[in-house]
């Protein structure tokens, strides 16, 4: 089976609903929202156990957040959402760890219930990890450090003092589960076992309850030129194989969360496969204090590679209503028979674009006169589809309307 990739384009700017505020206080926390994780991959796990090595030295090449949210999945990803049953298995069902990933640009800790990173400390604390690490260089170098900590405390109350064993059988199935996974990615790793406890604690501000149990260093080897598949997941850029496409594009600050988020999620537990692309690289703010990263410049979207073509709201989106790439990006995908989404107040793009004469659409109630203006049949509905044109109304239908896009490209696959 194929699998489905979705070109998403995020904008912001939806008035009343779209442009809500968010706690002063809590955005001045990074959270940064990860990609759905993937649920297949190019390398059997067979294979995986095979090519499993240790590597001290590593190029200075940094990860993207879409292999940091892979990684953090295989430890402590949730992979049955009812029972939150996690992909390592845990004593009682207790989970008494946690996963801290040191990079360049600071200290995070993942959080499996909304597949997110936190903030834990701006900056880089990789050399100071190093010393605490007994000097060991390659903690230094490595493009992600990741600390595996856990709590024998939260286990105790069930299982005594058969506590800390049991935590630290724990952190050795999540270990293997990311060393496994960066070979996956075409990654290497190496676990760390020697380091001063209380040092690596202090360095990496975790609370008191929580002992550091191990270290893996993960990165692209040194010496080792960037692969076609490595560039791919670093630039976001589609190869020629036979995986299908789409890029979400986002505003360059304030597009709404849920409306890429949602959208996103419906798409890929459904296996479609999504980067984001903007008019920066990078980390980008949400209005509700999200992050995201995009990965691909809005002027290198080439509608051909891709299958579907989105547009997502919120309080930014307006940067692109009169934007002559994203207006000939809308244009292109007409054209060329790809399925064509807009949300929110995104669908404005579409009308400027000149692809709604005649099209049966919605879009947030701030837009309805630019639609019927340019000849849309405007409806008002939460969800719209008029062939391979998609519209929503706002934050609520952003799960319609990634199940819709869905659909939609599943019907158009030929």
């Known amino acids: 089976m194929k699998r489905l990739v979705i070109v998403t384009v995020i904008l912001a700017g939806c008035a009343a609903v779209c442009t809500g505020r968010y706690n002063s206080r809590a955005s001045q926390l990074k959270i940064i929202q990860l990609s759905e994780p993937r649920l297949t991959g190019p390398v059997s796990l067979e294979q995986a156990l095979a090519k499993r090595r240790s590597v001290r030295r590593f190029s200075s090449q940094e990860l993207n957040f879409v292999q940091i949210g892979q990684l953090a999945w295989a430890g402590q990803g949730i992979t049955e959402k009812k029972a939150g049953f996690r992909t390592a298995p845990s004593a009682g069902a207790i ?3 946690k996963l801290y990933f040191a990079t360049p640009d600071g200290i995070f800790v993942y959080e499996p219930d909304n597949h997110s990173l936190n903030e834990v400390l701006n900056g880089d604390i990789r050399s100071g990890l190093a010393v605490a690490a007994l000097k060991q ?3 230094a170098t490595a493009p992600c450090d990741i600390v595996i900590a856990g709590s024998a405390k939260k286990l105790a109350v069930e299982y005594g003092n058969k506590a800390k064993r049991y935590m630290l059988l724990e952190a050795g199935h999540i270990a293997q589960n990311i060393l496994l ?10 676990p760390v076992g020697a380091f001063d406890i209380n040092q690596v604690r202090k360095i990496c501000k975790l609370p008191m309850t929580l002992e550091p149990l191990y270290i893996i260093c993960v990165g692209y080897p040194a010496g080792q030129p960037t692969t076609e598949s ?5 630039t976001g850029k589609p190869d020629t194989g036979k995986t299908k496409r789409a890029v979400l594009i986002i505003a360059s600050e304030n597009f709404r969360d849920e409306e890429l ?3 996103r999620g419906a798409l890929a537990e459904a296996g479609v496969e999504t980067v984001v692309a903007s008019t920066k690289r990078g980390l980008i703010r949400g209005m509700l204090g999200g992050r995201a990263e995009a990965t691909v410049l809005l002027k290198d979207v080439f509608v051909n590679d891709y299958d ?6 919120g309080s930014g989106a307006k940067q692109y209503f009169n934007n002559r790439v994203a207006l000939n990006i809308a244009r292109q995908a007409e054209q060329q028979g790809k399925v064509l989404a807009a949300i929110c107040i995104a669908p404005a793009i579409l009308a400027n674009a000149g692809v709604l004469d005649g099209v049966r659409a919605t879009s947030f109630s701030s837009e309805r006169v630019r639609l019927k203006k340019v000849g849309a049949v405007y409806t008002g509905s939460a969800v719209e589809r008029d062939g391979l044109i998609i519209t929503a109304s706002g934050p609520r239908a952003a799960r319609q309307f990634g199940e819709i896009i869905v659909e939609t490209i599943t019907n158009n696959d030929l």
């Open 230 to 234: 490595n560039e791919k997941k670093r």
């Open 261 to 263: 988020f949602e959208t």
């Open 308 to 313: 579907a073509i989105i547009f997502v709201g």
């Open 95 to 97: 989970y008494p760890i």
């Open 181 to 190: 996974q960066a070979v996956s990615l075409e990654l290497s790793s190496v």
């Open 137 to 139: 260089s390659m903690v």
